[in-house]
Every structure is written in structure tokens, then in C-alpha cells.
């Protein structure tokens, strides 16, 4: 094998294999080979797709001011269908919104209003993250029609909080950490504060055990809370740090809480003792 035989063995790449026998020759002819050749053909390469590019821009822009046709025949702009106007008061302001009759609660908070602290789980009803409190109940916005709640009080997670003041069951949910992901925490902080009502109201639930004997302002189990929280699915499983929220808030007794943020001090002393456990290793 003769030294120009190897060279070409060694220096032909895919992209030689794309090259005409007039380009292959040039480019020996030049002495851009191996490596080099390589990023000859790349470079090559970026400047013909920025060309390319250029080029195709330049048309778009001589398009864009082009006049229509008289005859141009354009496709008409989706719009709302079945309009039907709405007033609701979401979260102590009145909101009159135009909606297709066919529109979900869940959809007009959130993609007309903006309100997007209510979330879309499975939007099917099974899950109860798009819980919100209408007119004291909690309802699933995912199954309910925005048009039906005309004239009715909409509160969702925004309008939970006093101003900068959190609601007690907010503040609960953050002591006794009974969320992880954030996720279902909306759904479950307004389930959550509608249930308090429920039992103010005396509303019994399935494991309600006499209910000959129910007044107002019962006094809720751990086996109440979940039961009347079943609807409401965390998949991160914070469900103990959920009903020791509520559990507080309901009685009015504070708890210790069962976590706390690390002290400089106690990091200090853990990391001792990591390397203590590393130098007996």
C-alpha cells in the first residue's frame, strides 16, 4: 500500500463519502486532509445552512408585505362558541366573563382569569386538586360549569389568605408539613377549609357514627378528617402531616410541630460526625 492509498484510508470520513470525485480531488489537491478535511466540511457546512437561513427569512419578510389577494379566501378565527355570559365574584371581586356554556369552572379560573394556583390533575373528578369553595362548599371545578355558577361566591386558593396573613390552615399545612411536591396542596388547603365548615354545620360523613345524635360544631376524629379528605389525593403520601393540620386548626390546640430548620450549630455537629464515621472507616 502506497502513502497516498493510507492517507486516503485515514482521512475519509461519512461526509467524504458524500463528496463528488472534482470535490475529492480538489480538496487533496489543496492538502486539507484528515482532521483538517473534517472541519473544513463543517465549517463548509454551517455556512451554507446560515445562507440557507438568510435566504429564508428574507422571504418570509418579503411575504409578510405582500397585499391579499381581493378574491384571498382566509379560515375565520376560532372564537367562543355557545358564549354565554357569566358573573361571578372569585375571590371577593365580581368577574363577568363570556365562556363557551361548555366551559368547566377549572378552565374559565385558569385560562380566562388567570387564576392558575387551582390545578388540573386528572380532570376526570378523581383526584381533587382543582378543588375550590363555592358559595361555603367545596366543589370539583373540573366537573362544574362555569356557567352554572352565575351569581354564586367563587373562593379559590388566591383568595384563601388575608393579604400578606395566611389562612390558620395554610399556616397549619407549613408547620406540620403536610406537603411535599406542592401539587395537590391547593386542592387540599380548600377542601380543608370548607370541611371546618362542614362541621360547624353538623354535615355528617360515612363514618359518622350516630346520626340520630348530630348537632352543630362537631368535634372531628383523625378517622373524620380522613374520611371527609378521601376525595382529595396526594401522591407525595403527606396525608399525616395533612390531618395533623387540620386536626389543630379544627380544635384550636396548638401542637408541637414535628420538624424543624437545622441550626448552623447542628449542621456543624452533624458534619463532625460524618467525618468522624469516615476516618473508622
Not at 358564549?83 to 363577568?96: D, E, F, M
Not at 366551559?103 to 380532570?123: F, I, P, S, V, Y
Not at 360544631?217 to 376525595?231: F, K, P, Q, T, Y
Amino acid at each position: 500500500m502506497d502513502d497516498n492509498q493510507e492517507r486516503k484510508d485515514f482521512s475519509s470520513t461519512e461526509s467524504d463519502s458524500q463528496l463528488s470525485a472534482d470535490e475529492e480531488t480538489l480538496l487533496d489537491q489543496l492538502g486539507i486532509v484528515g482532521a483538517a478535511r473534517r472541519k473544513f466540511l463543517g465549517q463548509s457546512m454551517a455556512a451554507l445552512l446560515g445562507t440557507f437561513a438568510f435566504h429564508l427569512l428574507a422571504k418570509e419578510e418579503a411575504f409578510a408585505t405582500l397585499a391579499a389577494a381581493p378574491d384571498a379566501v382566509f379560515a375565520q378565527t376560532p372564537g367562543v362558541q355557545n358564549a354565554v355570559k357569566v358573573l361571578l365574584k372569585i375571590n371577593g371581586s365580581a368577574q363577568r366573563l363570556e365562556v363557551d356554556s361548555r366551559t368547566a369552572l377549572l378552565d374559565a379560573l385558569r385560562e380566562t382569569l388567570g387564576l392558575t394556583g387551582t390545578k388540573k390533575g386528572c380532570d376526570q373528578g378523581q383526584c381533587g386538586a382543582c378543588t375550590v369553595i363555592v358559595d361555603g362548599r367545596r366543589v370539583l371545578s373540573c366537573l362544574t360549569l362555569a356557567a352554572s355558577c352565575e351569581g354564586k361566591e367563587v373562593t379559590t386558593i388566591e383568595g384563601i389568605a388575608d393579604g400578606d396573613n395566611l389562612h390558620p390552615m395554610q399556616a397549619a399545612f407549613i408547620k406540620h408539613d403536610g406537603f411535599q411536591c406542592g401539587y395537590c396542596t391547593p386542592g387540599q388547603i380548600c377542601s380543608a377549609v370548607a370541611l371546618l365548615q362542614e362541621a360547624k354545620n353538623g354535615d355528617a360523613s360515612h363514618v359518622t357514627n350516630n346520626l340520630r345524635t348530630i348537632a352543630q360544631n362537631l368535634e372531628l376524629s383523625d378517622e373524620e378528617i380522613r374520611e371527609r379528605m378521601s376525595g382529595n389525593i396526594c401522591r407525595c403520601g403527606a396525608y399525616p402531616g395533612i390531618v395533623a393540620a387540620i386536626r389543630e386548626v379544627h380544635s384550636g390546640r396548638e401542637t408541637a410541630q414535628a420538624w424543624h430548620f437545622a441550626s448552623d450549630e447542628e449542621i456543624a455537629v452533624a458534619l463532625n460526625q460524618e467525618s468522624k464515621a469516615d476516618e473508622i472507616v
